[in-house]
């Protein structure tokens, strides 16, 4: 089963505006869908963030051109979200017309299931947000989507090793997994595993700046 889209209660107007916020976390411009595995890279992406919208028939540079036919750029995305993407992701789809064409205005939930793996060419890939580019996740940031969809409670204790980074982060702030593990001398699993039970309890949180991914104490990120 495919899903279809609907007439949007937004206008023409109301997308305008939207297009003119540019790309972002939450935003992502196409000007039609090249390929199922590729677009489901964009689905996981938003789907293993905040959630987001994908506007079809939209240009990098934010003028609305729309798209002639609909119905392939649908079956596309429907067919990313419901086989390609792992566990499925429920989008919705909705038209707005632009005279002789239309433009595709595509809803990405954040709160299902996650991690949301695309599986192409063999192998399974878990995608996030990254302002506005989509990019593969750490092995970190996959354990914390596994963690958040988890029910299981969260405990940790807070020995040496903890007191070593909690020191450091109040010095510097931010602070690698690699630097960690460095720092307590252990390896780069049990470092990460210490760090991701942090976040799970709510005392760090995992950023990324630069294209580094750091933890630092929540209150302190920005």
């Known amino acids: ?121 063999g192998e399974e890939t878990v995608y996030v947000r990254d302002k506005d580019k989509s990019v593969v996740a750490s092995n970190e940031r996959i354990m914390i989507l596994k963690r958040e969809s988890s029910s299981n409670g969260v405990t940790f204790e807070y020995g040496p090793r903890e007191r070593k980074l909690f020191r450091y982060l109040k010095e510097y702030n931010k602070i690698t997994a690699v630097k960690y593990s460095d720092l307590i001398d252990a390896s780069n699993e049990k470092a990460s595993k210490i760090l991701i039970n942090l976040v799970s309890a709510g005392i760090l949180k995992l950023i990324t700046k630069d294209q580094q991914e750091y933890f630092c104490f929540t209150r302190d990120c920005r």
């Open 1 to 121: 089963m495919f899903d279809t889209a609907l007439p949007s209660e937004m206008t023409l107007d109301d997308l305008y505006n939207l297009a003119q916020t540019g790309e972002g976390t939450y935003l992502e411009f196409k000007r039609t869908i090249p390929s199922a595995e590729k677009i489901a890279r964009e689905i996981s992406a938003f789907a293993n963030s905040k959630g987001g919208k994908i506007l079809v028939g939209v240009d990098d540079d934010k003028s609305l051109i729309g798209i002639e036919a609909y119905q392939e750029d649908e079956y596309l995305l429907s067919k990313a979200a419901r086989e390609i993407c792992v566990p499925e992701v429920n989008i919705t789809m909705e038209l707005v017309h632009l005279e002789e064409r239309d433009i595709l205005i595509v809803r990405i939930p954040g709160n299902g299931k996650r991690p949301v793996y695309v599986h192409a060419d």
